[in-house]
């Protein structure tokens, strides 16, 4: 599962490049989702991923990709980072009673999300026909398919590394007029 996810979150990788490089833009005023600023996410979100950390170790092998400060800033950046977060949404944080259990603000940090998602979606209109295609491609993967253990090995990496997601949207994430 962690190949088979570690493949996904390359090809989405790719598919963010080929964005930054076409220069899919959005020129629509877009705000700056609140969670982005609230110590109480940021609080439960290094709650929940240093729980996953402590967890792991591999600590060599990263699934987000890394995207520099100068991609941090390009004016379409704030969109490839909620098509990758609505992967996550979809694929490692939804609502799971054994991983709600395992990592206790899961809850919070998940609803903060989501909501960050919400109000970005009309303002990436133009990247969700690619994130359709990226979702038809992933859906083939069926990530349980190897043992529950190695299945839970990986997301608990992706888990970990949702801090590293929340700050890249707080990055590229500012409010456009």
């Given at each position: 599962p962690l190949n088979k996810m570690m493949k996904s979150l390359t090809l989405l990788a790719v598919m963010c490049c080929w964005c930054f490089q076409r220069g899919q833009a959005m020129h629509l005023t877009r705000p700056r989702p609140k969670p982005l600023d609230s110590s109480a996410t940021w609080n439960d979100?290094?709650?929940m991923t240093k729980h996953a950390q402590l967890e792991d170790a591999d600590h060599e092998t990263r699934l987000l990709p890394v995207f520099s400060e100068v991609m941090l800033k390009e004016e379409n950046s704030c969109c490839v980072n909620?098509?990758?977060l609505?992967?996550?949404l979809k694929h490692i944080l939804h609502a799971?009673?054994?991983?709600d259990k395992k990592y206790p603000h899961i809850r919070f940090v998940r609803s903060d999300l989501q909501r960050i998602a919400h109000i970005l979606k009309p303002h990436c209109?133009?990247?969700?026909?690619?994130?359709?295609n990226f979702n038809q491609l992933t859906s083939r993967y069926n990530y349980k398919t190897a043992s529950e253990?190695?299945?839970e090995k990986t997301r608990n990496k992706a888990v970990g590394e949702t801090i590293i997601l929340f700050h890249y949207l707080f990055e590229s994430c500012n409010a456009r007029i």
């Open positions: 979100l290094f709650m909620a098509m990758i609505n992967y996550y799971d009673e054994h991983v209109v133009s990247f969700q026909k690619l994130f359709d253990r190695e299945y």
